[in-house]
Every structure is written in C-alpha cells, then in structure tokens.
C-alpha cells in the first residue's frame, strides 16, 4: 500500500490516503487506483478513481481523465471509470489527462464458465438499488398490485419464493428470459406502475436474465458471506462545487474484497451540502459545511465523510477554557467559520439560569451579578445554579418527559412518585450511571419512592427493550421489529434478543390501586419471522445465561454502564450537549449510528470520555459544559449566521411551556394557581401532565406518549403571540394590584430607575439609549398616570423575542 | 430521478425547519420512489387540469351521526331497524332521504351521498383519530384528553396547511369551536396545528380567543403598546425558530388589524337572516363562520360538532336537535356557496367518525356502527346530485365497493390538488406517505 500526503493548505485532512494500489504517474501527480483490476464474471464492474494533486481545487480526475483500453476487445472503460468485461483475456489501459499519463491493467475472466448467478447475494442488492422493495412499492406491508417483497429485502427466501413461486410461477419463464414477467415490468416493456427500473442490456438486466436462464438459484449459502464493506475515500474535503467520485468495496468472509460500486445505494444526509448520485459521485454545493454520505449494500452500511470549508476566511483562534473549546476550534479552523465572541455579563448570566435552572434571575440578582468584580465570577454562579432546588424541579420536569409519568398511563399516585424520585436524583445529585441502573431494573410499588411506574407505562417486553435503548443507547431499534434496520446493523434477532431482557418484570396489583414490580423468571423470545428463540443479549453483546433466581434487567444494566459500552455515555452526553447548546452533536439527540455521525466526533467522544472520568457526576459535567468559552458565545455575526451545526454563535432556544409561564409570573410578580398544588407552586413543579392549561397546551406541553424528546414542541404559532400580546388572563397580571406593575408605579422610582428595572426584571440587563428613550417617551405621554405607563412598558418587554426565548 | 427525489424530499427551497431537519438527518437510506411521482403524474392526467377546490369545510359529527335516520333510511326493513322515520323526495327525481332532513333534500342537485363508506374501528376517539390521519390508532379507545397534537400522525387539516399553505392574511387551517380531538399536525410540528378559535360563534359575546386587545385597555393604549412593542424589536430579524416567531408576531398583528382578517371574524357582520338561515346553532355559526373564513383565504377548516354518540332514546334528541341542526348548517352553507359562487372553489364534507347501528337497542337508542356510514360531499369540483354506493337491505353492510377512509381522503386530498402520494420522515426515519393505500372515488367526478 502506498500511503501519500496531500499538498498543505485547506485541503490537508484529506483521506485519500487510505486507498490501496495506487499507480503513480511519472510526475508523481496523476494517480490512478486500482493499478490492476480482476473482473470475474459476465456482470462485474470495477470503478477507477484518478487522482489529480496537481488540481487541488479539484483533485478527483476520474470523470475528467481520458481511458485508453489498449485491447477493446477485452475490457471497456465508460467516462465515469467504470470498467467492464468484454471477453476474457488481459490488456493495459492509459489513463491521461493533460500532459499527464498513468496506466493500470484489467484482467478478464470467469465469462466462458461464470458462476451460476446467486438470488441472494446478487440479485437481491439490485433490487434494493432499484428500489422494487422499499416501503412505497413491493416493500410494503401489502406489496404493491399482489407483489410484495420484504422491505429492503431482509427475508431472501421470502422474496426468492414471492418471485419465482408465487403467481403460479408467471413472473419468470427460465426458457425465455426476457419474455418473464419480471424483466419485462423492470425494464418497462410493459406497463408498470414503479416505470423503468432495469435499462436494456444494462449490467442488472443482463444479470437478472442470466439469473432467470440459469432456472432462478436461490443460491442461499453459494457465495461466502460479505461480512463488511468500505467507501473511499472515506472523508474528502472538498471545494466549493466540487465533485468526488467514490468505490464501494465489499469484503467476505475468506477476505477476498471486489467492487460493487454499481450495485450500492447512496444518499447524502445533507443534500444542500453535498448531493450524491446513483453512481456514487458526490456533488458539492455552494455552501460551506459538512455532509455525511451514506453507503448501503446488503445490509452493510458505510460512510463517507465530505467537509466544504468557506474559503479564505483567516481569524484568530479565540482562548480555550476547556478541552470542548479546543475541539470546537479545531472545527471552526477545519471548515474557516469564525465564532462570535464572548456573550455579554447579562446575556451569559439569564442563558445560565433558564439552561440550568428553568428559572429567570430576579433583578436583585442580575444586579449583584454585574456589580461583582471578580474575574471567576461565572463559575461562581454556575456552582451557585447547580445548588439550587429548582435544579432539581427543572431537571425532574425533564426526564418526567422521557420516561413517560403520564397521570393517564401510570395514575396520579404513580405520576407523584415518580416525580418525586427524579427530584431527589436531581438533588442529591445521583450518578448518572446509578440513576439508569435505578430506572431500568426498578422493583418496588409504583405508587412509593420509586422509578417503578416506569415499567406500569410500558407494559410489554418489546416496548421496553425499544424505549430503554433510545432512551439510554441513542439506538432506535424500533425499525428492526419488523426489519433490517435500513441504516444499521440491527436486524430483527438484536430486536428479540434486547427485549428479552423484559420479560421477567412481574405486575402484581396491591389492593391501595398501585402495582408492585418485581423480578420474575423471564425466557427467551422468539422472532416471529423465523419462529426461533433468540437467546437474550445486549447490543452487539454475547448472549446472557440466566438463572430463574436472576433479574434479567440487571445484566442488561451491567453491560449498559460498563466502561467500554460504545453508546451509553455518548448518548448522555449528547443529550446534555444538546439542552445546553441548543442542538446536538448528532441529531435526532437520540439516534446515535456510525450512518449518522456527530457534527464533531472527537468532541462528542471527549465529552463521553470526561463525564466516565468524572464517575457519571452529571453537576460536574454541566460545570464543564458551561464553563467552555463555546457556550458563552454570543449571537451569530454575519459571517458565521448559516453555520446551524458547529456552534460558532448562541442559537436562540425556545423557552418551554412550563418555563415560560414561570417566566411571565415571575416577572409581572402574580403566580399561576394549579389545581392540586400548593399556593405558589411553580408550572415546572406540576407533576400533573394532563392538569387542563391554554397555555401550556399552546405553548407545546407534550403528552409524555414516548421516550423522544422531540415530543416536546417548541415551534412557535400565530396563537401563541395572540396568547401573550392579548390573553385577558396576561392582562389581568400585568394588572394585578399586588402585582410586579402596581408596586413599581407605586413606588418612589423616578422614571428613568424604573425603566432599568424593567429591564432587569425582564431581560437582566440595562436598556441602551434608544430603548431607555422610547421608555421615557412612553412615561411623558402617560403624563400623571405612571399605573398604565409601566403596564405598557412591561407588557412590551414581555413581548419581545429577547423575553420569549433563551438567547 | 429528479421527480424521485424531489418526492422523497419535499423540503422545497424553504428554510429546514427543526422538525424537518430531524427528519432528515434521520434519513438514513431511503429507497428511490418513483412511484409517487408517477402516481402524481397519472392524477393530474387524470382531471386534466388545475384542482378546483382552494379550501375545504369539514363538519365533523362528533359521536357518530345516525345516517340510518338521515341519508339511508330502510324503509323496508323491520320496525326494530327503520325506526319512526318516513323518507322524502328530494330535488333529484329517485333520491330520497329522511324526513327531519327536508331542507338538504330542497338541493339535492347541488350534492352526492357517499352511502358504501365503511371501516372497522368502532371506537370515538381511535375511530376519530383514524378517520382524521387516515391511520389506525396506535392506542386504545378512552379517556378523551381533548390534546390537539395527535401523538404521531399528522390530520388531514395539517396535510393541507403543509401542501397548500396559506393563502391570504388568514391561517391556512383553522378549527372551531374548540380543537378536533384528532386534528392535529403529528410530527408536522406546530407550524401546521390548526389555529382554534377557542370560542363558540352562537355564544352572544362570541370573540375568537385573544384575536382582539383586552378593550378595557382602550384604543390609545393598545396603539401606544404596539408602537413600544416596534421600537424595542427594530433590531434585525434573528434566524431560526426565534425568527420565525418573529414573523408569527408579525402576522398575529395582521390578524389583529387587518380589516380583512377582522372582518372575516366578525360573525356580527352577517346579516340576520342569513344567520338565522345557517340556524341558531353551534354547528350552523360555525358553518356561517368558516364561508367568511374561507372566503377569507382559509384553506381548511375543521368545524367539531359534538353530541351525536346517541345510544338512549336516541330520536327526541335526533329529530329536534341533532338533524334539525345539521341539516339546516348543511343546506345553508352549500346555498349560501352556490350562491356566492364559490361552490366550485370550496369542498364540503359533512361526516363522522361513525355512524350507527341499524338495530335500534332496547334503550331506544342506536349504537356504535363504522360499518356503515353515509358522507355528504358538496363542490370542490365534485360531481353533484349522484348517490354514490349503497348499503344492504339492513344497512349493516355496503352492498359493493366498500369506500374506505384512505379513499376518503385520498380524493379530499386529489380535489384540493395535494400529492397524496408524497412521503415525509418521521423522527425516526420512517417514511411515512400522506395517505397510505387508498383510492381516488371515481364516481364523485
């Protein structure tokens, strides 16, 4: 293998590198990939990469470069360098482009006596491609017009049988192969309702005929097992508009590796960025950014890595607090985005307590905050936030959403306890990897100081064994119930296997109403499709032998919290990342899979490497996480505004309903009644999810119906601004006699002392000039009555997007 | 290709939105369709030419509306099962319908009975959910929580503020006169919640929620507010959500000042007759005021009529109340189109998520039957005056072609001119088309 560097400059990082065989021109810059290639049987291809360095704008020459096949008559090169057979025999081939010339040679053979075509191994990925089993034609759960196929093709005994067997046997004739039912629709001869998905004489076409003559092998167990695949190159950077051409290579099981370029499906995560083709060539766009281009051939998944940075962007790298900083300049470097700078006392201190604490600083102490004078004064309140009940009540709030304290599925009783032992993690501050344990193996009565109502939510094995692992794994199982997850390695086995972990949770009633959790023999479930039993196991873990004295959830809990598992505190950590920052480092928070990778990678695995080093210490981790210069960033300047995934700025965060509603009590001084609760209690602290409220309705209290934080809505309405700028019940606080409005116009306060109030109490800061003069001006017109002129005032800054959202 | 892609992922040109953006970045491998796009192709071949419905009016019989008493009587059935009524001639010579129903029948021509609608969830709130989304629901019959965000799927009212959007200072999807238990936009995201007009339009003092300042703050005040209001926020417009509130502000303003949007809501503009005309009823001013909404520029509106789950002594109730009502808003509201000349633009459903059994239960009432119900179409391009299907002598069964609730909204949707072929991304990656199956009824057009 020969390894090369690339020239310095932006286009350093670049990957190519990794790829085998390269052939090196004379001068040593047009490099061409494989230098020999073995073509064996009528229907394989084998994709050429050339690589200019002399072009470092655009460096990928495959499709640029000139093919000169020395005999014709052997092999053939189309202009997207892919190669074919012709006949069997061998032949050199000169590459040019420019002055510049490489050669490689193609051998040929297999063709006079090919290997009988395998159903599975090699008709099956063509149908994927084409996409004939996917879920909007014959992958359906009803098929399409009496054809159905298994979705993306995870059952080939079902499809070898719904192809060839069913129907009576008319969809293929092995006589006259282009005569069949299936080639015929493929190709569009005749009407078909998917239109044409095979070309004539097209490598697939050729391929399905020879398959369709040879009498339709089923071939299950012909082939030695592919076992992985790999995309190259496997990260580019690429300029602005550029293009890459990429080769899938697929490895069995005895090592032997051939190209399957032509038979692979390729998406882009972020088309915008970059797009991909069928062919596998990735397409630039013109904007900066990152893009993850997906690679799926049986089952197996790749990815390909492809970054844009903006070009001729020079700034200086800002101070790094802590090592999240020093991954996300490193970042910021990579792509030339340039972070703001450094948000403002006010901005830092009010994004602080409504990010930790769910609650705004009263005026008294954004005031002692901006008058302190120590340099760690930052720090100082965090550690003062993170000390706070309200910590507590915020952070219980929270994971009540996710772990599903729905009064109507667990009870009032159930949704109480519940909530009431989430405070007390929060408070006393329990290990994160000790509150999971406490969650996933909970014994004990749903209405006592336990997390067992959890298990009175979800009731079955499978929806456990699903909810646990998107909750604490960031592994969406779900698609593999039914299926091969279509991008992952999950198949439906992985499915079974994880809730049998479920099925020894016993339910007994007690005669108070409440239920009692306890361990019971479980067993091992059987997959539906193939009706065997699948021995329980974790993950990509062996298999678990357990005892009928053993609980099952225990060794899942074990092997959750283990130092090497590869999920549990990435997920953590992202999910954390992404409440204090805005959006995650994967999104969705919970879906974390090698075909969705982390906008910054070693960032994440840092953090997840930290919170291990700190023994799950979730009020340390936060410590770290605010303490990073990238999150005291203030907001987006022009030139890093289009940046939404490397945290070069503040994003704005939506309040959530609850906070919000705080939010507009603490500042007009009336708090909200909520039936059942004390006087005084705040919206954050009501356990009740289905207590009737407009406003938290409108403003997106979610139903608490799964495990997602994306339940939680927090897209803005026409509603919710009548709501706030109209609501008779916000008048009547703004109104209230012994409300916020009426102490302050009661008050001695000259009118320009006033107006900072307001201003502390709303947004923690100071007014500037122009808004300090539309508030005086606002007091002269209102002459004597200083009543309706702070309403007014206070009615404005409730208004504003500065109130409304978390900046 | 390009027609596959541009189906898989209708995001357009417009700014991701967080959902959206979740939905993508979940994709994972998606196969190509290129069905949908043919699907697409072949329906706007089919009508050959441009939609003719720009907005829809959905009266939602909340309960189950007993259509055996209504539109499909069994005049030859047993006593136990034709109940008290008598049928009527109606304006369509061989058309007939129930007595209490004598309005409606008077404009027969002017729309089709669907009598072969039938499905088999026979639950409120799962039937409710599952007409609305077209999807069956994932969770059993109970509680009502009266929660407008269903759990997963978004409604047919959220379909169509997403596809068709809106269409003047008006929101594109409004509910009244309080949220359809099933209405909601799923994982469309709040974008596309109805807007409720949390208020009844037969209450006298009738105001839609917090459209209007709070008057006992006065003109001057409210003025002097907004004018504050603009001046703090003279900044530039912020990216993301907290932008798009910001415009949301702007268009609440709309809302509240513009003359237009104003009037639309002023029920009190309507003169008497016309009032009394649609009915004094909750149901017939919901009608009155989802023409002037839709006359305003609203795409869909979702009007719940509650009070039709009749299984004791079910007739007193049905023929001096519920009928009555319905038949009045029913036949006032497609007149007052006609009349307008906006039937052709304006689609109108009348249905519930049930109608009843045909054997009368020895409370003297009539019980739960998604077998069979008959739906009421009117304009939007339909053809009119047809009965469409029809049920067996019993009225327990189709007798043919059972309709299906994704026909039902297949053709609401083909009407309109959405793509109901089209596939978004659920949260997590799964592809999830706008009505899955289904067929467009041919015999309404």
């Known amino acids: 293998?020969?390894?090369?560097?690339?020239?310095?400059?932006?286009?350093?990082?670049?990957?190519?590198?990794?790829?085998?065989?390269?052939?090196?021109?004379?001068?040593?810059?047009?490099?061409?990939?494989?230098?020999?290639?073995?073509?064996?049987?009528?229907?394989?291809?084998?994709?050429?990469?050339?690589?200019?360095?002399?072009?470092?704008?655009?460096?990928?020459?495959?499709?640029?470069?000139?093919?000169?096949?020395?005999?014709?008559?052997?092999?053939?090169?189309?202009?997207?360098?892919?190669?074919?057979?012709?006949?069997?025999?061998?032949?050199?081939?000169?590459?040019?482009?420019?002055?510049?010339?490489?050669?490689?040679?193609?051998?040929?053979?297999?063709?006079?006596?090919?290997?009988?075509?395998?159903?599975?191994?090699?008709?099956?990925?063509?149908?994927?491609?084409?996409?004939?089993?996917?879920?909007?034609?014959?992958?359906?759960?009803?098929?399409?017009?009496?054809?159905?196929?298994?979705?993306?093709?995870?059952?080939?005994?079902?499809?070898?049988?719904?192809?060839?067997?069913?129907?009576?046997?008319?969809?293929?004739?092995?006589?006259?192969?282009?005569?069949?039912?299936?080639?015929?629709?493929?190709?569009?001869?005749?009407?078909?309702?998917?239109?044409?998905?095979?070309?004539?004489?097209?490598?697939?076409?050729?391929?399905?005929?020879?398959?369709?003559?040879?009498?339709?092998?089923?071939?299950?167990?012909?082939?030695?097992?592919?076992?992985?695949?790999?995309?190259?190159?496997?990260?580019?950077?690429?300029?602005?508009?550029?293009?890459?051409?990429?080769?899938?290579?697929?490895?069995?099981?005895?090592?032997?590796?051939?190209?399957?370029?032509?038979?692979?499906?390729?998406?882009?995560?972020?088309?915008?960025?970059?797009?991909?083709?069928?062919?596998?060539?990735?397409?630039?766009?013109?904007?900066?950014?990152?893009?993850?281009?997906?690679?799926?051939?049986?089952?197996?998944?790749?990815?390909?890595?492809?970054?844009?940075?903006?070009?001729?962007?020079?700034?200086?790298?800002?101070?790094?607090?802590?090592?999240?900083?020093?991954?996300?300049?490193?970042?910021?470097?990579?792509?030339?985005?340039?972070?703001?700078?450094?948000?403002?006392?006010?901005?830092?201190?009010?994004?602080?307590?409504?990010?930790?604490?769910?609650?705004?600083?009263?005026?008294?102490?954004?005031?002692?905050?901006?008058?302190?004078?120590?340099?760690?004064?930052?720090?100082?309140?965090?550690?003062?936030?993170?000390?706070?009940?309200?910590?507590?009540?915020?952070?219980?709030?929270?994971?009540?959403?996710?772990?599903?304290?729905?009064?109507?599925?667990?009870?009032?009783?159930?949704?109480?306890?519940?909530?009431?032992?989430?405070?007390?993690?929060?408070?006393?501050?329990?290990?994160?990897?000790?509150?999971?344990?406490?969650?996933?193996?909970?014994?004990?009565?749903?209405?006592?100081?336990?997390?067992?109502?959890?298990?009175?939510?979800?009731?079955?094995?499978?929806?456990?064994?699903?909810?646990?692992?998107?909750?604490?794994?960031?592994?969406?199982?779900?698609?593999?119930?039914?299926?091969?997850?279509?991008?992952?390695?999950?198949?439906?086995?992985?499915?079974?296997?994880?809730?049998?972990?479920?099925?020894?949770?016993?339910?007994?009633?007690?005669?108070?109403?409440?239920?009692?959790?306890?361990?019971?023999?479980?067993?091992?479930?059987?997959?539906?499709?193939?009706?065997?039993?699948?021995?329980?196991?974790?993950?990509?873990?062996?298999?678990?032998?357990?005892?009928?004295?053993?609980?099952?959830?225990?060794?899942?809990?074990?092997?959750m919290i283990r130092p090497d598992n590869p999920h549990f505190a990435h997920t953590i950590a992202n999910r954390l990342w992404a409440h204090y920052f805005g959006h995650g480092l994967v999104e969705p928070l919970d879906d974390l899979r090698a075909t969705n990778p982390a906008s910054n990678e070693p960032l994440l695995d840092a953090l997840a490497a930290h919170l291990r080093y700190l023994k799950y210490d979730l009020k340390a981790f936060t410590r770290a996480l605010l303490a990073a210069r990238a999150y005291q960033l203030a907001a987006a300047i022009p030139e890093n505004l289009a940046d939404e995934q490397n945290f070069s700025h503040a994003t704005p965060k939506a309040l959530p309903a609850e906070v919000l509603l705080d939010a507009v009590c603490q500042v007009t001084g009336v708090p909200e009644k909520f039936m059942g609760m004390p006087e005084g209690a705040r919206a954050m602290q009501v356990w009740d999810n289905r207590m009737p409220s407009y406003f938290l309705r409108l403003f997106g209290r979610p139903v608490r119906a799964s495990v997602c934080e994306c339940e939680r809505g927090n897209e803005p309405s026409i509603a919710q601004a009548l709501h706030l700028m109209n609501a008779p019940e916000i008048t009547d606080k703004l109104r209230a006699r012994l409300g916020q409005a009426r102490r302050l116009a009661d008050s001695a306060l000259e009118p320009g002392k006033l107006i900072d109030e307001l201003f502390l109490i709303c947004l923690c800061r100071l007014p500037n000039p122009g808004e300090r003069a539309a508030m005086q001006g606002l007091f002269r017109e209102a002459g004597t009555d200083r009543r309706s002129a702070v309403e007014d005032a206070l009615w404005a800054l409730l208004n504003t997007r500065e109130f409304v959202y978390n900046h | 290709m390009e027609l596959s892609r541009s189906s898989r992922r209708p995001t357009g040109g417009r700014l991701l939105s967080r959902r959206l953006a979740l939905q993508v970045g979940a994709s994972g491998f998606l196969p190509g369709l290129t069905l949908p796009g043919l699907l697409h192709m072949q329906a706007h071949a089919a009508t050959g030419g441009a939609p003719k419905a720009k907005s829809c009016i959905f009266l939602f019989l909340q309960g189950g509306p007993s259509t055996i008493d209504m539109w499909d009587l069994k005049p030859d059935a047993p006593a136990e099962i034709r109940g008290p009524y008598k049928s009527i001639r109606t304006s369509v010579p061989g058309t007939l319908v129930g007595e209490h129903c004598f309005r409606t029948a008077k404009i027969a021509d002017k729309f089709t009975m669907l009598r072969n609608h039938s499905h088999n969830d026979n639950g409120h709130i799962t039937g409710s959910h599952y007409v609305l989304t077209g999807v069956r629901a994932a969770f059993a019959d109970g509680a009502n929580t009266r929660v407008p965000v269903n759990d997963l799927y978004p409604s047919i009212g959220s379909v169509i503020s997403r596809e068709l959007g809106p269409r003047a200072g008006v929101p594109p999807y409004i509910n009244m006169p309080h949220p359809l238990a099933a209405g909601g936009p799923g994982f469309y995201g709040a974008e596309h919640a109805p807007f409720v007009i949390e208020s009844d339009p037969i209450q006298p003092d009738f105001e839609v929620k917090d459209l209007r300042p709070d008057e006992r703050l006065g003109e001057p005040r409210t003025a002097r507010r907004h004018k504050l209001l603009r001046s703090l926020e003279s900044g530039p417009t912020p990216s993301g959500r907290a932008g798009t509130m910001a415009t949301y502000y702007q268009k609440a303003h709309d809302l509240m000042t513009s003359p237009s949007a104003r009037k639309a809501f002023d029920l009190r503009a309507e003169p008497e007759k016309t009032r009394l005309a649609y009915g004094p009823t909750s149901l017939g001013q919901c009608a009155l005021l989802s023409r002037r909404l839709v006359e305003a520029g609203c795409r869909f509106v979702g009007v719940d009529h509650g009070s039709w789950d009749t299984h004791f002594s079910c007739f007193p109730s049905l023929e001096k109340d519920l009928i009555p009502h319905a038949d009045m808003a029913f036949s006032a509201l497609v007149t007052d189109l006609y009349e307008r000349g906006l039937l052709d633009s304006t689609l109108v459903v009348m249905m519930g998520e049930m109608g009843r059994t045909p054997r009368i239960n020895d409370k003297a009432g009539r019980d739960h039957w998604s077998q069979t119900q008959t739906v009421l179409f009117a304009g939007g391009g339909i053809q009119p005056g047809r009965v469409i299907g029809a049920t067996d002598k019993t009225g327990s069964a189709p007798t043919a072609d059972p309709v299906s609730v994704a026909d039902i909204l297949r053709t609401i949707f083909h009407l309109m001119g959405v793509d109901s072929s089209k596939t978004y991304l659920t949260p997590v990656g799964r592809p999830v088309p706008i009505v899955n199956g289904g067929k467009v009824i041919q015999g309404l057009l």
């Open chain 1, 1 to 559: 293998m020969i390894s090369r560097m690339y020239p310095t400059g932006q286009f350093l990082g670049c990957a190519l590198c990794l790829m085998a065989g390269w052939c090196v021109s004379a001068r040593a810059e047009l490099q061409v990939s494989p230098a020999r290639i073995v073509l064996d049987g009528p229907e394989s291809t084998h994709q050429i990469l050339v690589n200019d360095t002399a072009d470092p704008r655009q460096p990928d020459a495959t499709r640029t470069a000139t093919y000169t096949v020395a005999n014709g008559s052997v092999a053939r090169i189309d202009a997207t360098g892919l190669v074919e057979p012709v006949a069997e025999g061998s032949t050199g081939v000169l590459v040019t482009k420019g002055a510049q010339t490489a050669r490689l040679v193609v051998e040929v053979r297999g063709l006079a006596k090919p290997r009988p075509v395998s159903f599975e191994q090699q008709i099956m990925p063509l149908l994927t491609k084409a996409g004939c089993n996917s879920g909007g034609c014959h992958g359906k759960a009803e098929g399409q017009n009496g054809f159905k196929l298994s979705i993306f093709g995870f059952d080939p005994v079902a499809d070898h049988l719904a192809l060839v067997g069913e129907g009576r046997g008319r969809r293929v004739l092995a006589g006259s192969p282009a005569e069949s039912l299936v080639a015929q629709k493929a190709t569009a001869r005749i009407p078909h309702g998917g239109g044409r998905k095979m070309v004539e004489n097209s490598l697939p076409h050729r391929r399905l005929l020879r398959w369709l003559a040879e009498g339709m092998r089923p071939g299950v167990g012909d082939f030695v097992p592919e076992v992985r695949i790999e995309v190259e190159p496997g990260r580019r950077v690429l300029a602005l508009g550029g293009t890459q051409q990429l080769r899938v290579t697929a490895i069995d099981a005895a090592g032997n590796r051939h190209c399957v370029t032509a038979e692979t499906e390729f998406e882009s995560n972020a088309p915008t960025i970059a797009a991909v083709d069928p062919r596998g060539l990735v397409q630039a766009g013109s904007n900066p950014g990152e893009a993850a281009i997906l690679v799926r051939h049986m089952g197996h998944v790749s990815v390909c890595r492809i970054t844009l940075p903006r070009p001729g962007v020079a700034f200086a790298r800002p101070p790094e607090n802590n090592f999240i900083d020093h991954h996300v300049w490193d970042k910021l470097t990579l792509l030339g985005i340039p972070p703001s700078g450094l948000a403002d006392e006010s901005t830092f201190l009010r994004r602080a307590f409504l990010d930790t604490i769910g609650t705004l600083p009263t005026a008294a102490e954004a005031r002692a905050f901006l008058a302190d004078t120590r340099p760690d004064k930052r720090a100082r309140a965090v550690d003062l936030l993170l000390q706070r009940p309200e910590y507590a009540d915020y952070w219980a709030m929270r994971w009540s959403d996710l772990l599903r304290v729905d009064r109507d599925a667990i009870t009032a009783q159930g949704s109480v306890a519940m909530s009431r032992w989430l405070r007390r993690q929060f408070l006393e501050n329990t290990p994160y990897d000790q509150f999971a344990r406490g969650i996933v193996a909970a014994r004990g009565n749903t209405a006592g100081d336990t997390p067992a109502a959890f298990f009175k939510a979800l009731d079955n094995p499978e929806a456990l064994g699903r909810s646990v692992s998107q909750l604490f794994l960031g592994v969406r199982i779900e698609c593999a119930q039914c299926h091969h997850h279509p991008s992952e390695r999950w198949a439906q086995d992985d499915y079974f296997a994880l809730a049998g972990f479920f099925t020894g949770v016993g339910r007994k009633q007690l005669s108070t109403g409440s239920v009692s959790i306890m361990a019971e023999p479980g067993k091992d479930l059987k997959n539906p499709r193939t009706g065997k039993l699948v021995p329980t196991r974790a993950l990509g873990a062996e298999p678990v032998r357990f005892t009928d004295q053993d609980d099952r959830r225990e060794a899942l809990a074990d092997w």
